[in-house]
């Protein structure tokens, strides 16, 4: 059974970067897909992008393309979600999610609030 | 980018209802669509995947329908526990998008 554990909250200010870990047991670094999911305060899901293991490349959303990067690191089963260009909107929970068993995002980690805040 | 519109976006009902969920795509997602569902707090878990495949342990009372551009999500008997916000998701390219959501009231 994948299992997923994210890294702790982050306070951070307008125009920096954010980076967030997500560590996967149960799955082989071979098969660790991970896609980030965020969550603003009272909205629905966006999802931002994805590591696809099969290429070992990321694959963003439009609305994030130049502004997300993911990467992945073999050593410690862990994917990582760098944010840049902060801003107040970017203010939301950030979610891994693992696509190991089913292709889709079947297993969640438990979520990483990231605040922009002058 | 495909876009998914579902509706209603607030639903309310009774427990022992019946409640039906609809969800579109932009284009044709064959059935490359799962739903999930979210209670305040917590992470989405998922229910159903390639239309209407139930995930391990969802009760039998949910059940999804639907193919290429409509589908549907279904809870034949409406439990208290079942009271939360529900998401479609298309997974036909590798870039996912979610529907805006649907919140399941106590009526």
């Known amino acids: 059974q994948v299992q997923l554990v994210q890294s702790g909250a982050e306070v951070k200010k307008p125009g920096s970067s954010v980076k967030v870990s997500c560590k996967a047991s149960?799955?082989?670094?071979?098969?660790?897909?991970i896609s980030w999911v965020r969550q603003a305060p009272g909205q629905g899901l966006e999802w931002m992008g994805g590591?696809?293991?099969?290429?070992?490349?990321?694959h963003y959303a439009q609305e994030f393309q130049g502004r997300v990067t993911i990467t992945a690191d073999k050593s410690t089963n862990t994917v990582h979600m760098e944010l840049s260009s902060l801003r107040s909107e970017d203010t939301a929970l950030y979610y891994c999610?693992?696509?190991?068993?089913?292709?889709?995002?079947?297993?969640w980690g438990q979520g990483t609030l990231v605040t922009v805040s002058s | 980018d495909i876009q998914m519109t579902q509706s209603p976006s607030t639903l309310a009902a009774s427990v022992g209802d019946r409640v039906t969920i609809t969800c579109r795509a932009s284009q044709s997602i064959s059935s490359w669509l799962a739903w999930y569902q979210q209670k305040p707090g917590k992470a989405p878990k998922l229910l159903i995947y390639?239309?209407?495949t139930l995930d391990s342990g969802v009760p039998s009372r949910f059940s999804g329908s639907g193919s290429g551009t409509e589908f549907t999500l279904t809870i034949s008997r409406l439990q208290p526990d079942d009271f939360a916000t529900y998401y479609c998701?298309?997974?036909?390219?590798?870039?996912?998008?979610f529907g805006q959501g649907t919140k399941v009231e106590i009526k």
């Open positions: 999610a693992s696509t190991a068993r089913l292709g889709i995002e079947d297993s």
């Open positions: 590591f696809i293991p099969v290429f070992g490349t990321a």
């Open positions: 998701q298309q997974s036909n390219t590798y870039s996912r998008t």
């Open positions: 390639k239309a209407s």
């Open positions: 149960g799955v082989t670094f071979s098969s660790l897909g």
